[in-house]
């Protein structure tokens, strides 16, 4: 994730306050020094940071955090807080038109990622919506912008208005728009062109195709890489068009990534969206409590969950609860659950949501590599169906012949069964009721057992709970 040096950083700061008892103004003024420092560093722009600071160490020297009994805990609250008010407060849902469609059009500069998200965007519409949308070519200056939106329109059997590269792109979507009127489609999404600089050309031209559209959402889409030049990007963006909110693309990558946070500040637009990876489901909707809580290294339990609950199917879950009951969890379900983890996302993303994480020695090193996945789908696949149903019947002349079939060593079969059997025992354990992680007591300084712990983890999931029911409404 593009965050992980400020969330390090950060994590240093707030441990030297963790570990005293009481605290003073001279400890708060010395960890602000420290955030101020990591944040800058992490190019967050200069007066973002000075307000936050500002607003942290007005509210974290008061007598009610000093003196109260954790007031360790009080501060990292405080900073969790007032991130989250600097990334948004509120998650920002996309604005829907009254009438169909709802237009939404994508600007930003050359390189930003407009395709691939507006592709993103319609997969993502497609399956939480069930939408019909219609797909506009308007960048007929970059050449390949026209080809591959049409192969991200038929991966996705979705239609994709286009003329060539010959006409102007004002009268493209001006006669797409007629054309998404006439087959009734519910969302129009318009691919505009971008340029490596801002010039008048681009912004007369993307006036009038604002005119013509009379789009519900301009979402900016900008590059997290893009460091400072995002701020003034974004500024300019929005004084000419009105921006609605804000794409952030390739936050997966190793990037500073805090120049991109601070637009939200700088525009007032929310941001909408996340990119974190190549493939068109790697599409997160940004939620500024949630990314807090990421930045801070204290996880996000409900993002996880959120993608399980997409990626599992619900009766296999089922299956497994009652083969884990039962203590009957085979080597079949074992590579059934490998790949419904590998769909979620890489396996290290995956662990740093989990609370207490991010703060384990090593973890930041940590890579799944997927060859290793491969080994063992290839061990599985060479043990007889009888095998896969009773590991107990692998003794060492049928792991020579598993190893020798699957192109492995014996020693890498046997790793193999042991990790297994392992798998086998936390399951037990956790029908068990015994939820202990290494490395949870360090969530907001006290675990999910300690206090702060239980009261983030009510309001994330009460929150996630009221979206819910206003979706079902």
Same mark, same amino acid.
């Given at each position: ?20 008892? $009481?605290? /003073? ?20 722009? #200069? ?6 600071? $500002? ?5 974290? %020297? ?35 038109? =009254?009438?169909?469609?709802? %237009? ?36 007929? *200056?970059? =050449? ?28 493209? %979507? ?12 519910? *969302? ?46 974004? !500024?300019?963006?929005?004084?000419? #068009? ?23 500040? %700088? ?14 489901? !790697? #599409? ?27 990626? *599992? ?16 969890? !085979? ?14 996302? =890489? ?23 997927? $060859? ?12 007889? =169906? ?5 590991? !107990? ?37 956790? /029908? ?42």
């Amino acid at each position: 994730m593009a965050f992980e040096s400020l969330t390090k950083r950060l994590q240093d700061a707030m441990s030297k306050l963790r570990r005293k008892g $009481k605290v /003073t103004e001279a400890d708060v003024k010395e960890m602000m020094r420290e955030i101020r420092l990591a944040l800058l560093e992490a190019d967050v722009n #200069l007066q973002v940071v000075k307000e936050f600071t $500002k607003n942290v160490r007005e509210r974290a %020297v008061g007598a009610e955090v000093l003196e109260s009994l954790s007031p360790a805990q009080q501060v990292v609250k405080i900073v969790d807080e007032e991130l989250t008010k600097m990334l948004g407060s509120e998650t920002a849902e996309l604005i829907k038109s =009254p009438k169909i469609p709802t %237009v939404i059009m994508m600007v930003g500069l050359q390189g930003a990622g407009k395709t691939t998200f507006t592709g993103k965007l319609a997969n993502h519409l497609i399956k939480n919506e069930k939408a019909r949308p219609l797909l506009i070519a308007g960048d007929v *200056y970059r =050449p390949a912008a026209i080809d591959q939106l049409k192969v991200l329109g038929e991966q996705l059997k979705v239609p994709v208005f286009e003329m060539g590269t010959e006409v102007s792109p004002v009268e493209i %979507v001006r006669q797409g728009m007629e054309v998404a009127r006439e087959k009734r489609n519910d *969302y129009v999404l318009i691919d505009t062109a971008g340029r490596l600089h801002i010039d008048e050309t681009l912004m007369d031209e993307l006036k009038q195709i604002k005119e013509i559209a009379q789009p519900n959402e301009i979402l900016l889409v900008v590059d997290a890489m893009t460091g400072q030049d995002a701020v003034t990007v974004a !500024d300019s963006f929005n004084q000419q #068009l009105g921006i609605t909110g804000v794409i952030i693309t390739k936050l997966d990558g190793d990037t500073r990534g805090g120049a991109a946070l601070s637009i939200r500040s %700088v525009t007032g637009a929310p941001i909408k969206f996340t990119g974190t990876g190549e493939k068109l489901t !790697d #599409l997160e909707v940004f939620h500024p409590d949630r990314m807090s809580s990421r930045i801070l290294g204290m996880g996000d339990l409900l993002t996880l969950i959120e993608k399980a609950q997409q990626d *599992y199917d619900e009766k296999k879950a089922e299956e497994l609860a009652r083969k884990m009951k039962e203590n009957s969890f !085979d080597f079949n379900d074992f590579i059934e659950q490998l790949d419904q983890v590998m769909s979620m996302g =890489p396996l290290e993303d995956l662990m740093k949501m989990i609370p207490g994480m991010s703060t384990m020695p090593g973890i930041e090193n940590l890579k799944v590599d997927p $060859k290793q996945i491969a080994r063992q789908r290839a061990i599985v696949m060479s043990m007889t =169906p009888q095998e896969r149903e009773n590991p !107990d019947l692998l003794n060492p002349s049928r792991r020579r012949r598993i190893a020798a079939g699957s192109g492995n060593s014996v020693v890498e079969v046997n790793r193999m069964i042991k990790q297994f059997k392992e798998a086998q025992k936390m399951m037990k354990q956790m /029908t068990n009721g015994n939820f202990n992680m290494p490395g949870m007591d360090q969530m907001f300084g006290g675990g999910i057992k300690g206090k702060l712990g239980k009261m983030a983890m009510n309001r994330m999931i009460k929150k996630n709970k009221k979206k819910k029911k206003k979706k079902r409404k």
